[in-house]
């Protein structure tokens, strides 16, 4: 059965997660380099089944584009670009990065877990990719 893969694309740092192969759960992956996700994505399309990728679209509060969005657009592009195979979708992202903080301090992670970006990036990735699957069922 084929994965999901969320993408929480930022200018230095990609948190990535993934489904379970049933798709029932969101689960963190891993933290790439912005340089590296094309690359890292291609390698984990080679030893797994994807079936599509989603992107988290960042917005302000009153739905206009923010100063990411438009590297967010690129990278979107990009990947299609580069892995034309599987479609790729985006989702609004919004209060994803506060919501993962919140998810880390309920599930007990010390302090300086939680204010590690890498950590936060990926965690994050996984809310967007839980949001679409409840979304999408």
């Not at 990728?53 to 969005?69: I, Q, R, S, Y």
């Not at 994803?96 to 992670?109: F, K």
């Not at 877990?113 to 809310?127: E, F, G, L």
């Amino acid at each position: 059965m084929a994965r999901v893969v969320a993408i929480d694309y930022g200018n230095k740092r990609v948190g990535l997660a993934a489904t379970d192969p049933l798709k029932l759960i969101a689960n963190p992956l891993e933290t790439v380099h912005a340089q590296e996700v094309i690359t890292y994505l291609k390698a984990y399309v080679q030893r797994e089944e994807v079936e599509a990728f989603v992107v988290g679209m960042p917005k302000k509060l009153d739905n206009t584009p923010t100063d990411v969005t438009s590297a967010v657009i690129g990278f979107v592009r990009k990947l299609q670009k580069e892995i034309p195979t599987i479609p790729v979708h985006t989702i609004d992202e919004r209060f994803t990065s506060r919501m993962a903080s919140r998810a880390m301090l309920a599930g007990g992670l010390k302090k300086k877990d939680r204010q590690n970006k890498a950590t936060v990036d990926k965690v994050s990735a996984a809310i967007i990719l839980q949001s679409f699957l409840e979304a999408n069922p």
